[in-house]
């Protein structure tokens, strides 16, 4: 075993939500995730019947899956836990939604999610994401100099739209992205730009923003396998949301094809990883020569 990267794939971003009204099955769209070869699913993880007809359905795919929550108090994750528990997941991404003015009521919520999260066997990250606990980039590193074991879901898109990043992003800007990719144990994956929250993939003219967030992932990447330990998985989840998230023409419908956007991030993002995973490897590889030749002066 040695660290791995786990692609999802998001239930929410297979929605279509087109004029024809058509939405395709849950079995429908686990076979299309299953036969892209993703490694699971994110999905809502509030409502215990539908976990565990998910979990019905996506075993027998061999996906595993991120489940998703929105509480409002400590113990509204509890049975969040319990259907986890039940069902199986990876970890949990927990979107607090609240919007506390002061650390000190977000740190209450925090800790006792900690606890409970203490009673539990897989993760719970904090996503960091608008009109949550987490909205303000500056608030969330506040929180991270109070607690600085707080383990997030890094869903960077929201950072760069929020505080409108001037291009080129400053090295100040860049500096405070890698704090929270530092804290980041998974990923959501979305490109945005200075004015819009996810744009398309395949449009040259955003190959800038592409490369950008590229490079925030790829930080990332190599920041956790540091943080990791040995047989660890990191997961990534292609988020590409349908309306009002996706960009539309006058028709209603999406400019693009997400679902083939989502393929191609698929894409990019295990050549990110090789590359990450290959650069460790030439290290140690470096590593061993010089320590080899060390010992041999010393001899």
């Given at each position: 075993m040695s660290q791995r990267l786990l692609v999802f794939q998001s239930m929410w971003a297979m929605e279509r939500r087109y004029t024809d009204g058509f939405e395709r099955s849950l079995e429908a769209n686990l076979q299309m995730i299953a036969d892209a070869h993703f490694d699971g699913v994110s999905a809502d993880y509030t409502?215990?019947?539908a976990v565990r007809q998910l979990a019905a359905l996506r075993k027998t795919h061999g996906l595993d899956a991120e489940g998703q929550c929105f509480p409002r108090s400590i113990d509204d994750l509890q049975p969040v836990l319990e259907n986890a528990t039940?069902?199986?997941?990876?970890h949990i991404d927990l979107q607090p939604d609240v919007r506390p003015r002061t650390l000190n009521e977000a740190l209450t919520l925090l800790d006792g999610w900690t606890r409970l999260a203490e009673q539990v066997d897989f993760p719970v990250y904090i996503e960091t994401h608008r009109d949550r606990m987490t909205t303000d980039l500056y608030f969330t590193l506040d929180l991270l100099d109070a607690r600085p074991d707080l383990k997030l879901?890094?869903?960077i898109s929201h950072y760069l739209v929020g505080r409108e990043f001037a291009w080129p992003v400053s090295a100040e800007n860049h500096a405070l992205?890698?704090?929270?990719?530092d804290a980041s144990w998974a990923f959501h994956g979305r490109v945005a730009s200075r004015e819009q929250v996810q744009i398309e993939l395949s449009f040259a003219p955003h190959r800038m923003w592409v490369d950008l967030f590229l490079d925030w992932w790829r930080y990332g990447f190599a920041s956790w396998c540091e943080r990791a330990g040995a047989n660890d998985s990191l997961t990534f989840t292609c988020e590409l949301g349908p309306k009002p998230y996706a960009i539309i023409g006058r028709d209603g419908n999406d400019t693009t094809d997400r679902w083939q956007e989502s393929l191609l991030m698929r894409d990019w993002i295990r050549?990110?990883?090789?590359?990450v995973w290959q650069q460790r490897c030439q290290e140690r590889e470096q590593a061993a020569v010089t320590l080899q030749a060390a010992g041999s002066r010393a001899g």
């Open positions: 409502h215990r019947d039940e069902s199986g997941v990876h879901l890094g869903d992205m890698h704090r929270i990719l050549e990110v990883w090789q590359e």
